[in-house]
């Protein structure tokens, strides 16, 4: 019986990532909407900025390390932990918890990667992230593979995060986090970077 249900499961994992693979945009938004995916976590994603095709290929490609992500979010007292990181057990993820102040805008900048996805959490407090797609961007530092990170200049759409929403960060988003809100002199943040699959 238990063989008969792993082989069902494995079936209905593969038909996920054969379906995601070919989700149009309508697809997307809907899988998103439902979020199934979050497993009764409460958090949920920006509905604004999250690329929500890129998304559901990306979760379908690797769902084991995006449900650990979204199960230690929905397990652990994020109000409470202490700034630090933290390893996200059964995977090789970490969540990386800071409290920190955070910055003028002329004292951020921009920043993509290819190797990871960003998934970043206010916590507490609040702070402004800026995004935009990498082709719309001017590139200023050239990709460096050893800290998997590109610098630009550009002039995204601005959210402002706070606790309860989410933000994803593809290696196709530009983002510009850490910005300073008005009254707001630091905020607590959860930062998990979670493997980029082509």
Do not use: C
Request: glycine content about 4%; overall charge positive; cysteine-free.
């Amino acid at each position: 019986m238990k063989k008969i249900f792993l082989a069902a499961a494995m079936i209905a994992l593969t038909a996920l990532g054969a379906s995601a693979q070919q989700m149009s945009k309508a697809q997307a938004e809907k899988w998103f909407k439902a979020k199934e995916y979050l497993n009764g976590l409460k958090i949920v994603p920006s509905a604004a900025a999250t690329d929500k095709e890129e998304f559901a290929r990306q979760y379908s490609l690797n769902k084991a390390q995006w449900d650990a992500a979204f199960a230690y979010m929905k397990n652990t007292n994020l109000d409470t932990i202490a700034p630090g990181k933290y390893p996200i057990p059964g995977t090789d993820l970490v969540a990386s918890i800071t409290h920190t102040p955070t910055k003028d805008f002329d004292k951020t900048l921009w920043e993509s990667h290819r190797k990871v996805i960003d998934l970043q959490y206010v916590i507490q407090g609040s702070e402004k992230i800026s995004t935009i797609k990498i082709d719309k961007a001017k590139n200023t530092v050239p990709y460096d593979e050893a800290k998997d990170v590109a610098r630009y200049e550009a002039d995204g759409t601005v959210y402002t995060a706070v606790p309860g929403t989410f933000y994803l960060f593809f290696p196709s988003d530009a983002h510009r986090p850490s910005i300073k809100v008005d009254g707001v002199e630091k905020d607590k943040k959860l930062v998990i970077k979670i493997k980029y699959i082509p």
